[in-house]
């Protein structure tokens, strides 16, 4: 493929509008267009229409779509080069109120001069890859298996929903062997679904071919045996990677497979706004379905294989409890990470990352960090999770005190790490018990013989007054009131009453003050 020179005066854009049998194809140069015209889907048909084009002279430009990829592999191998367009990123075209064939084509050229005018990151038209064709054949056999996988399962809840309608409950039994189940229906139920149980019958048959075709290719590729080391990861699942990433160079970290994938959230940031979405569900729908499959089985009953992945997600669903289902769609992001950086590493799966024998781990030194090679949160969690022989999260000298310390905080612990020299003891032993006067930590003897001088005692404090209950209060009120002189006559009563309380609230007050510094009353 040949590099057209932008700063060539014959530089050409050239766009293609496809359809089903035809091309209407628009050729611009700075002027403006050239010529416009509609071929037959033919690229031999459509270069005689080009004499005066080389492929170091222009681009051609054409949207995804089922001819896209025919095209490109044709005339990239005729020496172009070729840019099939992602069409949800060209609203220019299916957002126009006049749309035809012609101004899509014009359209495109456009954009053809726009983006080769720009750094390679900086291009408008985001080029899509194309499969070769030992990708496109493995592609072809998932998408058919697929195909007969949904169709088998229509038919199969349509039997169950004729027979319920007769009252009747067919057994719960798995897809493969369900058309062993004609024998338990009656004859006239029998006579209705004998045809699509036959059907039934020859799709567990040919899905059983191509799942022993997967197999058998799966074993001549070295990537996709390192891959199916993996947790949770089937033949299907790993091929449909294989086949649908086709080459791990394209991307720069394993990271990005999530986004292609659409794993990730959507995001809609407009000023203050910054709503939470869900997945943007972009890239190809069968390796992601697949992939969400793994992750229920990740975390599922039926796994009897650990790993530090599962771990996790069981972990984050009981955190979430009923949003188990975005847990799920992160446990099959970080599968997909994993197998894409098995494959980009030529590794194998480790079922807890950085984890070592215990007696391999090195001790680390005080002041080091990054001993676990975390690059995120959630690495480092997993990295935690993996250093514990035991179920129980130990912090790594990413986020904790060095070995020597860890071991001195835990020296009660038989099972726990100790000093040199030390060994350890059951619990509730004294260790060493002191035969003189015992010394507090900012006694202890220091080199030289020399000991710590003791910190002068401190004045005592004055002390506060004391402040008197409630109860007692009460009391002396009582005793106030029986004091008093009681008068007769109408109200003296209550007087006398209310001058013995006066009496105790002013010696209340009294006291008050005395706590603040002044007088009490005599």
């Not at 996988?149 to 229509?154: A, I, N, Q």
């Not at 959507?266 to 979405?277: E, Y």
């Not at 950085?354 to 975390?374: F, Q």
Request: hydrophobic letters at 40%; glycine letters at 8%; charged letters at 25%.
């Amino acid at each position: 493929m040949h590099t057209p020179n932008l700063t060539s005066p014959n530089f050409m854009s050239i766009g293609m509008d496809v359809s089903d049998s035809t091309a209407h194809v628009c050729v611009m140069d700075r002027t403006g267009v050239l010529q416009e015209f509609v071929v037959q889907l033919d690229p031999a048909a459509l270069l005689a229409k080009l004499p005066f084009a080389t492929p170091q002279s222009g681009v051609i430009v054409m949207e995804t779509g089922n001819r896209a990829a025919w095209l490109k592999r044709t005339l990239t191998a005729a020496g172009w080069r070729v840019i099939v367009a992602d069409a949800r990123k060209l609203k220019a075209i299916s957002g126009q109120a006049i749309k035809t064939d012609k101004r899509d084509a014009r359209i495109l050229a456009r954009f053809g001069f726009v983006d080769e005018s720009m750094p390679s990151t900086e291009r408008l038209l985001s080029d899509t890859w194309v499969r070769p064709l030992e990708h496109q054949a493995i592609f072809d056999q998932l998408m058919m298996r697929d195909q007969m996988v949904r169709r088998r399962g229509d038919f199969i809840r349509e039997i169950r929903s004729i027979v319920k309608v007769r009252g009747g409950k067919l057994r719960a039994c798995s897809t493969r062997s369900f058309h062993k189940l004609l024998c338990e229906l009656g004859a006239d139920v029998q006579a209705l679904t004998l045809p699509v149980f036959q059907v039934i019958s020859a799709l567990t048959k040919s899905v059983n071919d191509v799942e022993a075709s997967l197999e058998a290719q799966a074993k001549k590729i070295p990537e996709v045996q390192r891959m199916l080391t993996a947790t949770g990861a089937g033949t299907v699942t790993v091929m449909a990677l294989y086949a649908v990433v086709g080459d791990p160079s394209r991307f720069e970290s394993a990271r990005d497979i999530g986004p292609y994938l659409g794993l990730t959230p959507k995001v809609d940031q407009s000023g203050q706004m910054n709503p939470r979405l869900g997945i943007s569900k972009c890239g190809n729908p069968l390796a992601r379905r697949l992939l969400v499959q793994c992750a229920n089985y990740i975390v599922g009953p039926k796994n009897k294989e650990d790993s530090a992945l599962r771990k996790w997600g069981l972990a984050k669903i009981e955190q979430s409890g009923a949003n188990s289902k975005k847990v799920r769609i992160a446990v099959a992001r970080k599968l997909a990470v994993a197998l894409l950086a098995i494959w980009k590493q030529d590794s194998t799966w480790r079922p807890f990352p950085g984890s070592a024998p215990e007696a391999e781990i090195p001790s680390a030194p005080v002041g080091t960090s990054d001993d676990c090679g975390a690059a995120s949160v959630h690495e480092h969690v997993l990295c935690e999770i993996a250093a514990s022989p035991t179920d129980q999260i130990q912090p790594c000298s990413h986020h904790a005190v060095t070995t020597d310390e860890s071991a001195e905080y835990r020296r009660d612990s038989p099972a726990g790490a100790t000093k040199a020299g030390r060994k350890p003891r059951p619990r509730g032993q004294v260790a060493n018990p002191p035969t003189g006067p015992r010394l507090s930590s900012g006694n202890a003897a220091r080199p030289g013989g020399a000991a710590k001088p003791a910190a002068a005692p401190k004045p005592a404090a004055a002390p506060k007054p004391e402040r008197e209950s409630r109860a007692r209060s009460a009391q002396r009120a009582a005793e106030a009131s029986a004091a008093t002189p009681t008068q007769k006559g109408p109200g003296r009563d209550v007087e006398a009453k209310d001058d013995s309380a006066a009496l105790v609230v002013g010696e209340q007050r009294g006291r008050r003050k005395a706590g603040r510094g002044g007088t009490s009353p005599p």
